[in-house]
């Protein structure tokens, strides 16, 4: 072989630029990965700049709602708050600021969406916060409220609940499922209460107040009745001038005007689960569609741990997928039909509403509520018409008392608090 030295150095030269090359690529590629991370590590920090920024907005916020003396008065939020804004941190050494955007009230609630920024870069981060008091409420007086000219019986003087499947008991329950035995098996609950409380001074288990036409100015009496499916002491009471007793904690009593302002808070609040039912279209759960054609009370209830409010509008069937249990407030405006009946259950915990023309039908299946039912029965119909099937209502200071806890009822304080807030992206 001849020895050719040019063509040689020729490919040691090429060697040599591809490396040189590959070298240049490296080394830049180094530098832009250097400066992405960088990037990124300014961009995290120009985030977290934001959300620090949102907070701070949050609690000025907070702070400008104890100060409102017409809450929920918007106008006069934004003009403790100085205005829209864009507003400076405190400290006005850096470039962070937060604006209030739409603040909105509803009821005895505000929603504001809170921006937290950076200078002038796209760095932004947004929560959202309500606002509100908390609810009062009226207290109940029994394990059944009927309000209204149709709240008469068929016979006045003798409350004959014939063959319908209802119970109403005014001794005060305990909540199910307790560490001491005391427990609901497959919509099965013992028939009276445990022996700690048994001795207790019950309230009455049917409480009819009568107003508008039927009412005529007789004192509240104690009506009689032939039926062991009523239970408390007395056991029915009749009140003929539109106005409770007030032995429940209002001492003045309590109106049907009174129930109704208490749900007008309840069916705005923008916490609520608003639960529409409608044949012709798809039934929905806070606007958004539910699948298949029945809503299962799986897809809204509320639990003991936390309850919610609940508003049912609209007639149709809620399906049972078994023995359910769920808590918190339930406002009820047409009729609704639990299915399928046969071997299911639901047992509740909390207060249920019934507003005029509501109707709740379990025929095959078995409800059970631990706490208070109100019927706001108004004009038409007569006692009883508003529930239908096996359901079993039993008077329970416990889930009245979780209600509290929750801030659902009888739980007014002084000052705005937050009482929900999460992060729009």
Known sequence: MRYRPVKEQGAVLIVSLVMLSLATLIGVSGMSSAHLQERIAGNQKQGTDAFMAAETGVAEVLRASREVVHWPDVDELLTRLSGEGPHPLPDGQTAQWWIPERPEASGST???LVAGGVGSTAAQRTLKITLGTGFGGPHPEGAYHCFGPACTSRAEENFDLGDL??????RLW??????????????????????????????????????GSGADGAAPREVAHSSDQVQGQPTPILVSDGMSTGGGGDANGTLAEDWRNYVNQLISHP???????DGDTANTVNGVSVKGETVYVQDFMGSHEAPRIHYVEGEGSIGLGGHEHGAGILVISDAITLTPSSGTSVTFEGLVILLEGAQLEANEATVNIFGSVVSLAGEDGNLFDDLSGNINIRYSPEAMDNLREHGLWDAAVTHPMITAWQEVM
């Open 165 to 170: 499947g209802l119970a109403f008991d005014g």
């Open 110 to 112: 505000m929603s504001v």
């Open 174 to 211: 305990p909540l199910p499922d307790r560490e001491d035995g005391y427990t609901c098996e497959s919509g099965q609950c013992p028939e009276d209460p445990p022996h700690a409380v048994e001795d207790a001074l019950p309230l009455p288990g049917l409480f009819a107040i009568l107003e």
């Open 271 to 277: 916490d609520r689960k608003h639960v529409m039912l």
